[in-house]
């Protein structure tokens, strides 16, 4: 079977101002609330990828009316209200999805049918106990295969019942599963994080007209309210606008602006991490789209320290830290990364395989249980494995601008899950890149 592999040239220097994609969290959240309200709701800027074509598909075969995405990303959604869904015809498959298939998971707990949800080889391996254990205390039946992974089968027709549930880890995908089950259980269900998470379903909630109460790090809600239509402008990801931050950061000479980026305060970790390494990042053209806050990010060469990333800042960047350890190899100095053990149960060991990768080209890495420690100093060429994943693939690809030779990333299919025609924007920033099929 052949592959798509990245062979990216040494050098380069980043220059100009473009969008990056849609943020993937919003979007797949802008398709089940526009599914589950009252009314038509407009999306524009959703993210073609992927991962939320997959959500997508799962609502239309649920028997939702949506028109588009067209190619500027709009969607037309007929909503259907929070019990007009209907049960598909087979197993929904979510592809790659982890997101899709727990904010799902809670949602679909609440209906009178049964259902699958199935995903690839990579979601196949990835831990659901975490959802389906809270759920199971609130009344919902929702089988798993063998130690807890995909796919899921849900039994409709039960009657939920609202719990407290203390998060023993900070996961913004388990709280907006029990959530968005507490919309259909009797009572109010109450979630506290150990650690604050992305609140873009509290955001999207509010903004579809049902409430909430706030109370510190614990979330709210009554169920049995009812979702109103409305209109998303989908910011650019942040997730990943974060390649080119660091990309623009370790490239000397470089000087960009990433229009329209979502900096919401639950996500921009990664801005706050770079700056401690001393990376010259301005915010401008600050708004709020959608209850979401906006700003143009212009980010310029600088020359970058290692530092011990403080362990409050890892949840607000924990999809970032691929891209987050390509910098800490291009900094002067020793970069520490502790409490970062969820990096373990992504679409890959990110640990692992950022380890494996970064010492493949000569980059000083030690991976410990919950993090890394990285002595900066020079990259050099070589081959290195995506293990399938899409973040793992686009940080090696950032490594090239500080390469002493070209660096070759083997299988890169699955960047399309977040990021379509990564390659193409990659190279008119000023990425010496071509995609090769093996």
């Known amino acids: ?59 239309r075969a649920m028997g939702v009316d949506i028109d588009g995405p067209t190619e500027d990303g709009r969607l037309t959604i007929q909503g259907v209200g929070l019990k007009g869904l209907k049960q598909p015809s087979g197993p929904l498959d979510l592809g790659n999805s982890g997101t899709s298939m727990r904010l799902m998971a809670g949602l679909l707990s609440g209906q ?16 659901m106990k975490r ?54 259980a009797e009572g109010t269900t109450c979630v506290t994080e150990p650690a604050p998470t992305r609140d873009h379903t509290e955001r999207m909630l509010e903004a579809f007209g049902y409430s909430l109460k706030k109370d510190g790090a614990t979330v709210c809600l009554q169920g049995g309210g009812e979702l109103t239509a409305c209109d998303i402008d989908v ?37 706050d991490i770079m700056r401690l390494m001393g990376a010259n990042i301005e915010l401008l053209n600050e708004t709020m789209v959608g209850g979401e806050p906006v700003a143009d990010i212009r980010i310029r060469s600088a ?87 899409h973040r793992i693939a686009m940080a090696f690809t950032m490594a090239g601008l500080r390469a002493s030779a070209p660096i070759h990333i083997e299988d890169c299919e699955n960047v399309n899950t977040s990021f379509p025609d990564f390659v193409g924007l990659a190279q008119k920033a000023g990425i010496k890149i071509n995609a090769e099929v093996n």
């Not at 049918?113 to 831990?127: A, C, I, M, T, V």
């Open 1 to 59: 079977m052949s592959q798509l592999d990245f062979v990216v040239d040494a050098g380069g220097v980043l220059q100009g101002a473009f969008r990056v994609p849609g943020d993937k969290s919003i979007s797949h959240r802008s398709i089940m609330f526009g599914s589950l309200a009252n009314g038509v709701t407009h999306v524009s800027g959703f993210l073609q990828g992927e991962d939320s074509l997959n959500t997508l598909r799962a609502f």
């Open 112 to 127: 009178a049918f049964d259902l699958e949800l199935s995903g690839d080889q990579s979601l196949s391996k990835r831990p």
């Open 131 to 184: 959802v389906t254990d809270p759920l199971a205390q609130m009344n919902a039946r929702v089988d798993t295969a063998e130690g807890g992974r995909p796919p899921l089968k849900i039994h409709g027709g039960q009657p939920l019942k609202a719990i407290n549930y203390e998060m023993p880890v900070a996961s913004a995908q388990v709280k907006s599963c029990l959530l968005l089950a507490g919309i259909y």
């Open 235 to 271: 910011p650019a990801d942040i997730s990943s606008a974060a390649f080119f931050i660091v990309g623009a950061s370790i490239a000397k000479g470089s000087d960009i602006t990433l229009q329209h980026v979502g900096i919401n305060p639950t996500r921009t970790g990664i801005i």
């Open 303 to 389: 020359e970058l320290q290692g530092v011990a990333i403080p362990e409050a800042l890892v949840p607000l960047a924990i999809d970032e830290f691929p891209v987050i350890f390509v910098a800490a190899a291009c900094a002067s100095g020793e970069t520490r990364v502790t409490g970062a053990k969820e990096l373990r149960v992504k679409e890959s060991d990110r640990i692992q395989v950022m380890a494996d990768g970064l010492q493949a080209l000569g980059v000083d890495a030690v991976p410990t249980d919950d993090g890394m420690i990285i002595q900066g100093g020079s990259i050099n060429g070589g081959k290195v494995h995506s293990r399938d994943d």
